[in-house]
């Protein structure tokens, strides 16, 4: 048989004497783990490059080192806790320190394992590991960093139990390593003779942990990795045989939710009318806890009628006849000062505020989790971004050690920044404790955005000045409501910093991530972005891509206008200022796809805008319909407005894993940017948010989105990926904006646009949720 250079072994051998200089670029350290068939392990803290700037320096700090080098960074020193093992069927299994939540990293990491060990994507079974203390900062899901942080942990692994199994038929088939061919879970001996990896897996099993060095296959031999691959899920998912959190089935867990009080973070006083309740059919516990009263019964549909049936006095909430007004208010009274003079001598100068609105972070899946607490300990199961915090968090609440609480993390259904906060899972374990029962609860609709977390409101001020064509100075002010960042890193001592009061460690944590995610990638002079937090006390959190959609939209409107002062084409002036080529590529790139300049309508527009994060950058060019006829279009029970009628989208998101899961995020990322600037928000009322549920909470709807959509996937650039989850949206928010000024003539000031019209009726807040739903498919197309 002829070898190949793709096919040959290419890679692992028996650990050498460690050379002084270290481990090359491309060679790395790992380990052969003990045990009954093929374990291996990975340990990267030697072989690790070293950060690319100890101390950041001007002009801008994401240049430098940014979320993603502190988050990768920060999990290497336990990446040796990773491991890939393989059974005697040939099946290599991985437990993923990360959390599933729709975005496609089990996909992406079964493909990265399936190029490197030389199987089938089918042949790879990756699950989600439950909450690991000692990987410490190593199992948070959140800055979209997975594949950033863990395609080499991953590919490493593999590459070392790819070097056993050959060694192993080496042995087996009496031939050279060198000389085998190695081809879905198949090696192949010169002569012919095999040895399938389920047959290798036990002879290739080490008596004692062993280290060992591997060198990774050379990019240009991939054949799995950077092509299209469906979800490795996708057909349980269409067909309902994917399990999530409550799909599970745990003995005597019956449904359970809670009724909440009406103004937000309230809590129960006294239940007027127990024994009823109790009595009422399928009813089996009724407690109150710290967030509500919890009702335990045969169906959800009886927890419900329970629920609606109680009569309970309340404690007041925490946010006691605060409304957006007031809210707005405070921040207005808390913005930092601009530094540059607002009279510049000779200079031409522009001042513009902006305002964003409240926006729930709820998932397609609501909060919920099952808790099984005994006496001694506690198992919970649920969807989990930062599951060692909430191990954490649960032990303390139970008053048992962290050793006490197993904590399973479940693929989830989304998650917006939601599950960074095990919420669902601390209220399922206390209400578990006071029944003395398993629960398996579930946060009704409603709960979500009254009670729930939400992206919190903010406004920027931004300042520019320009002399002689060019831009000297650009300050923006971005002052917020305080963004609960109680997960930290994903491990305890982070997670308590952020917890500190104001000024002693959470509001530091804030601005340290601000610092490291916002980047104005323009040659603009003297540029500042500083954040200022109030700390109200909102049930805020990371929504998805935390700062990046306000910050860009202000700064993007501002570019606009910029270009309008100097008498430019807005594509054009971008390009004169951009600082780097992939961002200056892909901007080229949508507005030669889109057509940028092309005539259209009066009340229609196009919009450009850039965005550069995650170790990538994209752009994006929309055309939106701002005419009556469009906006006014009879929709029922809903919002209209403007319309996105097309959206191109050009991603550089670095070396692709997945070209499929890469642009289905950016086709998820446009549509919630379309959202951000023209209909979803929270009204905050007399102390609550107004919203409940999904048909009050205007995310894009399908008469909504854009009849034409497009997705370019930049040709890899660089050795790992960058960062996918969140790429799509800031760009869409800042291009839809742009759009929507010129469409209408007025640049837009308060998101979303629509915020200031009430299109529904509120639900009712006493009882805290509608009666279950009794008209069927009534309503169905």
Known sequence: MTLTHDDRAHDAAPATPPRPAGPSRRRFLGYLLAGTTLAVGVDLGRGASPAAAAVPSPPQVPELYDLEDLETHSALPTSALISITVDTAGRAHFAMPRMEVGQGITTAAAMIIAEELGVAVSAVDVTLAPARPELVFNQLTGGSNTMNSM???IRVAAAIARGALLRAAAIELGAAVSSLVAKDGVVTAPGGRTATYGALSVKAASATTTSVSVVLKDRSTFTVVGRPQNRVDAMDIVTGRKHFTTDLSVPDALPTMVCRPPTLNGSPRRIRNLAKVRAMPGVTDVVMVDTGVA?????????????????????????????DDTVLATLKKAELPMAVPSVPVLAKQLDLRFEFMFRSSAALEPNCAIADVRSDRATVWAGLKAPIVAQAKIADALGLPQTAVTVNVVTGGGSFGHKLFGDGALEAAKISKAMGKPVKLMWHRCDEPREGRTHPMATSRIRATVLAGQVLTFEQRHTSVKTDFGHGLGERLTAMAAELPANLGGLSLSQSIFTLTQELPYNFGVVTQLLNEVDLPFNTGSMRNIYSPDVAAANELVVDQLAKLTGQDPLAFRLAFLKDARTRAVLQKVAQVGGWGRRMPAGTAQGIAIHKEYKGCTAVLVEIDCRPATVGRPIRDGVTGPRVTKAVIAVDAGLVVNPTG?????????????????????????????????????????????????????????????????????????????????????????????????SFTPKTFVPPVPPAPTDGLSYTY
């Not at 169906?299 to 946010?319: H, K, M, S």
């Not at 959202?675 to 928000?681: G, K």
């Not at 854009?706 to 650039?717: G, H, R």
């Open 151 to 153: 395609f080499t942990p």
């Open 662 to 758: 890469l642009e289905a995020q950016m086709m998820g990322g446009v549509n919630d940017g379309i959202a951000l600037v023209l209909t979803s928000s929270n009204h905050l009322q007399d102390g609550h948010f107004l919203e409940g549920s999904w048909d009050n909470y205007f995310y894009t709807r399908q008469w909504n989105t854009p009849l034409d959509f497009q997705c370019i996937v930049m040709p890899s650039n660089g050795d790992v990926p960058g960062g996918a989850g969140e790429a799509g949206v800031p760009a869409t928010v800042a291009a839809t904006a742009c759009a929507y000024a010129r469409a209408t003539g007025t640049v837009p000031t308060r998101f979303p646009v629509n915020h200031g019209t009430l």
């Open 295 to 323: 009702v335990r019964a045969a169906t959800f549909g009886q927890c419900i009628e329970a629920v609606r049936a109680l009569r309970c006095d309340w404690n007041p909430g925490t946010v006691e006849g605060q409304s």
